[in-house]
């Protein structure tokens, strides 16, 4: 039978401990003697300081809610489409979502074959010029109907030698070696990009665009054609006044010069272009700067140019070749047609005609180089009627016959990413 306990034997409350007894380290509670969450006691609470306004917002505008996500914007900063915005008066603004056609508008731009196209609107160009000048061409391939083929072939002949020239002075205006085929072959398309756009402008486009593909810098790019320009420009005059100084009958400058007040006014009109270059290079301070770097990387292109045989005698000799081979088609064509003026006063016409018809910026120089050959021609002896048929027929074997061809080459060099 178990012992019952008395009362004086009766469990009494544990005793509490006073301060100085409070446990040590070593007698500290095990995590079962440990209080629960519910016996811990609660900690006072912190004051909530004052919100500091935040730099560049404006005073009363309450700051974002991290906690729920919503990140205020600015109205004129983009949002993703369908977000909210918050305008400054506090109103949402819902940007709208672009519609499904936008899209597909959108995609379809992105999969148009643009390289395509570009290598048929030299074509479409070609068909809109034949169109224009249909008369033209029709009346001088009738006109040549009766003249002799063989100088004729000879002509084409010495055509096709006009861009073996031109290939030789680009190359002489880049220090680095050119490929040789596709640099012919770039100044066969040249070509007829020259007669598409006016003042020489579709050859410079062409050959500075291979010029960059070859790995040319852009500045030095830019040199080489305005090196071009400028060599090409003093070969002709030059070889113009030394024909004209060594046949001096050549030419009757005397019938060429306009009557009257004409030539001053020519030579004031000159003037003032060149003091008004002058002033705008001297205000217009950025321009000057790149005017001079410019004119500076040119210099220095050409100093290193010129310390290279090679590349001297392809740019100069290209240089006064390519007019005289342009001056020997016209003389074979005048021969396929019984012309008897002399062939030095011929290619003092063409280089006269030539000089006069390049200060007028048409495509090719169609519409001024005919009129220009044309009184030349009449103006060394020779007859009208032939003079006309003369010059189209050079127009017709130095511009139509390799226009079609030379923008199929054209073509083909942007599809193969040559240019």
Same mark, same amino acid.
């Given at each position: 039978?178990? *012992?019952?306990? @008395? /009362? $004086? +034997? !009766?469990?009494?409350?544990?005793? =509490?401990?006073?301060?100085? #007894? %409070?446990?040590? &380290?070593?007698?500290?509670?095990?995590?079962? *003697?440990?209080? @629960? /969450? $519910? +016996? !811990?006691?609660?900690?006072?609470? =912190?004051?909530?300081?004052? #919100? %500091?306004?935040? &730099?560049?917002?404006?005073?009363?505008?309450?700051?974002?809610?991290?906690? $729920?996500?919503?990140v205020p914007t600015p109205a004129d900063a983009p949002?993703?489409?369908?977000?909210?915005?918050?305008?400054?008066?506090?109103?949402?603004?819902?940007?709208?979502?672009?519609?499904?056609?936008?899209?597909?508008?959108?995609?379809?731009?992105?999969?148009?074959?643009?390289?395509?196209?570009?290598?048929?609107?030299?074509?479409?160009?070609?068909?809109?010029?034949?169109?224009?000048?249909?008369?033209?061409?029709?009346?001088?391939?009738?006109?040549?109907?009766?003249?002799?083929?063989?100088?004729?072939?000879?002509?084409?002949?010495?055509?096709?030698?006009?861009?073996?020239?031109?290939?030789?002075?680009?190359?002489?205006?880049?220090?680095?070696?050119?490929?040789?085929?596709?640099?012919?072959?770039?100044?066969?398309?040249?070509?007829?990009?020259?007669?598409?756009?006016?003042?020489?402008?579709?050859?410079?486009?062409?050959?500075?665009?291979?010029?960059?593909?070859?790995?040319?810098?852009?500045?030095?790019?830019?040199?080489?054609?305005?090196?071009?320009?400028?060599?090409?420009?003093?070969?002709?005059?030059?070889?113009?006044?030394?024909l004209v100084l060594a046949f001096p009958g050549a030419?009757?400058?005397?019938?060429?010069?306009?009557?009257?007040?004409?030539?001053?006014?020519v030579v004031l009109v000159g003037v003032v272009l060149?003091?008004?270059?002058?002033?705008?290079?001297?205000?217009?301070?950025?321009?000057?700067?790149?005017?001079?770097?410019?004119?500076?990387?040119?210099?220095?292109?050409?100093?290193?140019?010129?310390?290279?045989?090679?590349?001297?005698?392809?740019?100069?000799?290209?240089?006064?070749?390519?007019?005289?081979?342009?001056?020997?088609?016209?003389?074979?064509?005048?021969?396929?047609?019984?012309?008897?003026?002399?062939?030095?006063?011929?290619?003092?016409?063409?280089?006269?005609?030539?000089?006069?018809?390049?200060?007028?910026?048409?495509?090719?120089?169609?519409?001024?180089?005919?009129?220009?050959?044309?009184?030349?021609?009449?103006?060394?002896?020779?007859?009208?009627?032939?003079?006309?048929?003369?010059?189209?027929?050079?127009?017709?074997?130095?511009?139509?016959?390799?226009?079609?061809?030379?923008?199929?080459?054209?073509?083909?060099?942007?599809?193969?990413?040559?240019?």
């Open positions: 039978m178990p *012992e019952t306990l @008395t /009362p $004086s +034997e !009766t469990l009494t409350p544990p005793e =509490t401990l006073t301060p100085s #007894e %409070t446990l040590t &380290p070593s007698e500290t509670p095990t995590p079962s *003697e440990t209080p @629960t /969450p $519910s +016996e !811990t006691p609660v900690q006072a609470e =912190t004051p909530v300081q004052a #919100e %500091t306004p935040v &730099p560049g917002e404006p005073d009363g505008q309450a700051p974002p809610d991290v906690r $729920s996500g919503a949002a993703p489409d369908g977000t909210e915005r918050f305008a400054p008066g506090g109103e949402q603004v819902v940007a709208p979502a672009p519609s499904a056609r936008h899209r597909q508008l959108l995609e379809g731009l992105r999969r148009l074959p643009v390289r395509q196209i570009i290598c048929l609107v030299p074509f479409a160009l070609v068909a809109a010029w034949a169109v224009s000048n249909w008369s033209l061409v029709a009346s001088g391939v009738s006109r040549l109907g009766g003249a002799h083929t063989g100088w004729l072939i000879m002509g084409g002949v010495v055509t096709g030698l006009c861009w073996v020239a031109a290939s030789c002075v680009r190359q002489g205006t880049i220090v680095e070696r050119l490929p040789a085929g596709k640099l012919l072959a770039s100044q066969f398309a040249a070509g007829a990009a020259n007669h598409l756009l006016p003042a020489g402008l579709g050859a410079h486009v062409v050959t500075l665009r291979f010029l960059r593909g070859c790995g040319i810098p852009l500045d030095r790019s830019t040199a080489a054609l305005a090196l071009y320009s400028l060599v090409e420009a003093i070969a002709r005059v030059g070889l113009l006044v030394t030419l009757r400058l005397d019938e060429l010069v306009p009557p009257g007040r004409a030539v001053l006014t060149i003091a008004a270059v002058t002033v705008v290079l001297l205000v217009a301070r950025r321009l000057r700067r790149i005017v001079f770097d410019f004119l500076r990387t040119a210099l220095t292109d050409a100093r290193a140019l010129h310390k290279k045989p090679s590349r001297t005698l392809a740019l100069w000799g290209g240089a006064v070749t390519f007019p005289l081979l342009q001056a020997g088609v016209l003389v074979c064509v005048a021969l396929s047609l019984g012309v008897t003026v002399p062939s030095y006063h011929i290619v003092v016409a063409y280089l006269a005609a030539s000089i006069a018809a390049g200060m007028i910026p048409a495509p090719g120089g169609i519409g001024s180089v005919e009129p220009a050959l044309a009184v030349a021609l009449v103006m060394v002896g020779t007859p009208l009627v032939v003079a006309t048929a003369t010059v189209l027929g050079f127009r017709l074997l130095t511009v139509w016959l390799p226009l079609l061809p030379g923008v199929a080459v054209l073509a083909a060099l942007v599809r193969w990413r040559i240019l």
